[in-house]
Structures are given as C-alpha cells and as structure tokens.
C-alpha cells in the first residue's frame, strides 16, 4: 500500500484524512502525547485492520477520541458528576476516563468490556480531522506493538509506512507519553497508567485516587491489570535496560562505574560528559521534566538503530510528570530498577 503524508497544515489535510477514516481506512494522526493509529471506532473491520497493523493482541482495548466532551454522552452511560468536572478542567487534554459503555461501540473497540477508554486531544488539526469525519476515532498509540510509542512522524513512517493509508506530521508531540487514564467506574477512582496529566491536578478536583498495582510492579502470571494493555511488556528497546533511581548525581557517579564502553546511557543533559566512550542519549536537565517527557520514547527507539549492548538509564523523580516518565523507563527495563 501507498501510504499518503500529510503535512498538517497543507490545505486539504482535515478533508482527506477525514475521508479515509469515514470510508473505514487508517490514519496516523499527532496527538499532544504520542502518535495514534486512527480509525473509524464504530466500523468493526477498520478496527480490525489497526489490530493487525500493530500486531496487537485483541484483549488490549483501543481509546476512543471524541472531538468536543459532549460527544461523551453519546459513547458512555451514567457519566457521573465527576466525569464533567475533569472534561471542564482538562480537555481537550492528555485525560483519559474510563467509563460505562453504550452498546454503539463495538465489542472489538473496547475488546468485549464493557467500560469505554475516552480522551478530546488537545491537538487542533486532529480534533478538526475528528470533527470532520463524523465519527469517534479509536486510536491506539501508533508503533508496532511492543515499541515505543510514536513521538514524530519519522516514528509513524519507521512503524507503519505501507501499512496504512495516511500519515499526519504534525512534527514532534508536546508532551511525549501517553494520557494519564483514570478509571470512573470504581470507588474511589483508580489511576491505570500515569501519563500527560499529573496525578496531583486530578486529585485536586477528584478527591482519593487509588493507584492500580499495575502501575507500580509488573503483573504476575494469569494476573489482570484493569487496563489490559499494562499487562504487556512496552515499550522495550532491543538491549536490556536497568532504570537507577536516587538523586541525579548519585546514579550518574553508579552508571560512570558500570559502564563499558559502546554501552547505551540515557541521561540528564549535565550528566552526559561522564559517559565519552558511550552511546549517549540526553532526555534534557535534570530540572526540566517536561524535555524528560518529550525525549523518553525517542531516546529508546534511538538505540535500535544502534548495536549497544545493555542501556542504563537515570530515572527522574516520580512527582507530575516524572511518574509517568518513571513508569516508561521501568517497563521498558522490565521493571530491572536499581535503587540508589
Ligand atoms: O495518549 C494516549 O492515550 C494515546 C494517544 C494516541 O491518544 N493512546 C494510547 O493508546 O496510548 P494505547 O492503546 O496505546 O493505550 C491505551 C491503554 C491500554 O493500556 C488499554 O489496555 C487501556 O488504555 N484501555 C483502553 N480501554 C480501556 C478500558 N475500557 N478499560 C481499561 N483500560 C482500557
Ligand atoms: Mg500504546
């Protein structure tokens, strides 16, 4: 297949993708998290068909992204109070609610739950894609399965070229990890994955957040994680990670010890002059933790085109932003953490 790029703001980019995703095609689109691989959510063969393209596994449920919050209604069921209050607050936003679901959405969509993943992207020329096409669109992260998720185009065109109908550049995403997805179906709400959206605004205007275990340690044999998708292993580099946690200056001085030379090493920016003989990859200062965000999955998918033999990689703290930063370094390592 001849797959179309579309450069986001050329004139007739909404208009086109719109009309593949309507006539049941596939569409990478930027987000202001990750990439999506894009289709129409209601069409069970267009689901099907992202399915097939990422190689994922069919339990692992697909986000429905919806152009205004209003469109909410239309999807879910005995939307609760607190449902409203977070669309106000943060969408279009990196949010995902989970919520009960209506019987519009086909049972391949929501991999036969029956709760619906729901986020507005805050991402103007995707929303207008959306808007345009009529339709809700389901849109899992767009790398194969397994990879990092997608952070620029050039990620969509090494995953899904000749895959897929089209891809939308619109250049680097903003924040760089995926929603924050906050399940509403449970008293109290329960964190799936932290993402986009810090935890600690949520609470603001959510009250009590349980933490899923998921999120925390990896899944145990036959154990289901509410989100499906957390069971898998993610977002792994072809060399085995270790994630070193404590101060910045700690596990710097530890990696400096470890390493042999052509070893991979992500690191905050003042940091990289330790490691001369390595293959380094900096995810911006040790302060700055929306660079950490932004930088995570392209600094993993930079090694595969490397031959380094293991990575290490300093892990940021795990308050906003760097506990979803966190979360990604430890499931691409496997959850192999060294605590300083
Ligand atoms: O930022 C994002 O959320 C990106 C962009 C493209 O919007 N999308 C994304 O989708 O990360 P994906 O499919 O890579 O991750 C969605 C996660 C999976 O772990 C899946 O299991 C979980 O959401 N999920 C989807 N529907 C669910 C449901 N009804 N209940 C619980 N978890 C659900
Ligand atoms: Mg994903």
């Given at each position: 297949m001849n797959t179309l790029f579309l450069p986001a703001d050329a004139p007739n980019t909404v208009t086109v993708a719109a009309e593949i995703i309507r006539s049941g095609g596939l569409v990478a689109i930027p987000t202001e998290t990750v990439y999506g691989l894009g289709a129409n959510g209601l069409n069970e063969d267009a689901v099907r068909r992202i399915f097939e393209a990422k190689g994922r596994p069919q339990d692992n449920p697909l986000i429905l992204h919806i152009a205004k919050?209003?469109?909410?209604?239309?999807?879910?069921?005995?939307?609760?109070?607190?449902?409203?209050?977070?669309?106000?607050?943060?969408?279009?936003?990196?949010?995902?609610?989970v919520l009960k679901c209506k019987p519009i959405v086909p049972k391949r969509t929501?991999?036969?739950?029956?709760?619906?993943?729901?986020?507005?992207?805050?991402?103007?020329?995707?929303?207008?894609?959306?808007?345009?096409?009529?339709?809700?669109?389901?849109?899992?992260?767009?790398?194969?399965?397994?990879?990092?998720?997608?952070?620029?185009?050039?990620?969509?065109?090494?995953?899904?070229?000749?895959?897929?109908?089209?891809?939308?550049?619109?250049?680097?995403?903003?924040?760089?990890?995926?929603?924050?997805?906050?399940?509403?179906?449970?008293?109290?709400?329960?964190?799936?994955?932290?993402?986009?959206?810090?935890?600690?605004?949520?609470?603001?205007?959510?009250?009590?957040?349980?933490?899923?275990?998921?999120?925390?340690?990896?899944?145990?044999?036959?154990e289901k994680p509410r989100a499906p998708g957390m069971k898998y292993r993610h977002y792994a580099p072809k060399a085995p990670v270790t994630v070193l946690t404590g101060t910045g200056a700690d596990t710097a001085a530890y990696i400096a010890e470890q390493v042999q030379p052509g070893d991979g090493v992500i690191c905050f920016q003042e940091y990289a002059p330790m490691f001369p003989d390595c293959v380094v990859q900096p995810i911006g200062e040790e302060v700055d933790d929306l660079a950490h965000a932004q930088r995570v999955f392209d600094a993993l998918r930079a090694f595969d085109g490397t031959d380094v033999p293991r990575i290490f990689a300093q892990c940021p703290p795990e308050q906003g932003l760097g506990l979803a930063v966190a979360n990604r370094l430890k499931k691409a390592a496997g959850f192999h953490v060294i605590a300083l």
């Amino acid at each position: 297949m001849n797959t179309l790029f579309l450069p986001a703001d050329a004139p007739n980019t909404v208009t086109v993708a719109a009309e593949i995703i309507r006539s049941g095609g596939l569409v990478a689109i930027p987000t202001e998290t990750v990439y999506g691989l894009g289709a129409n959510g209601l069409n069970e063969d267009a689901v099907r068909r992202i399915f097939e393209a990422k190689g994922r596994p069919q339990d692992n449920p697909l986000i429905l992204h919806i152009a205004k919050a209003e469109q909410m209604e239309d999807f879910c069921e005995d939307v609760p109070r607190v449902a409203y209050d977070l669309a106000d607050a943060f969408w279009p936003g990196p949010l995902t609610l989970v919520l009960k679901c209506k019987p519009i959405v086909p049972k391949r969509t929501t991999a036969g739950l029956d709760t619906v993943a729901i986020r507005c992207p805050d991402h103007d020329v995707t929303r207008a894609i959306i808007a345009a096409s009529g339709v809700p669109v389901a849109a899992p992260s767009g790398n194969t399965s397994g990879r990092p998720s997608p952070t620029k185009a050039s990620h969509m065109v090494e995953d899904m070229n000749g895959k897929i109908e089209a891809i939308v550049d619109g250049g680097s995403c903003g924040i760089g990890v995926e929603s924050t997805i906050l399940d509403l179906t449970v008293t109290p709400p329960r964190l799936l994955r932290p993402g986009g959206m810090p935890v600690e605004k949520l609470a603001q205007i959510v009250g009590e957040i349980a933490v899923d275990d998921a999120v925390i340690r990896p899944m145990k044999e036959g154990e289901k994680p509410r989100a499906p998708g957390m069971k898998y292993r993610h977002y792994a580099p072809k060399a085995p990670v270790t994630v070193l946690t404590g101060t910045g200056a700690d596990t710097a001085a530890y990696i400096a010890e470890q390493v042999q030379p052509g070893d991979g090493v992500i690191c905050f920016q003042e940091y990289a002059p330790m490691f001369p003989d390595c293959v380094v990859q900096p995810i911006g200062e040790e302060v700055d933790d929306l660079a950490h965000a932004q930088r995570v999955f392209d600094a993993l998918r930079a090694f595969d085109g490397t031959d380094v033999p293991r990575i290490f990689a300093q892990c940021p703290p795990e308050q906003g932003l760097g506990l979803a930063v966190a979360n990604r370094l430890k499931k691409a390592a496997g959850f192999h953490v060294i605590a300083l």
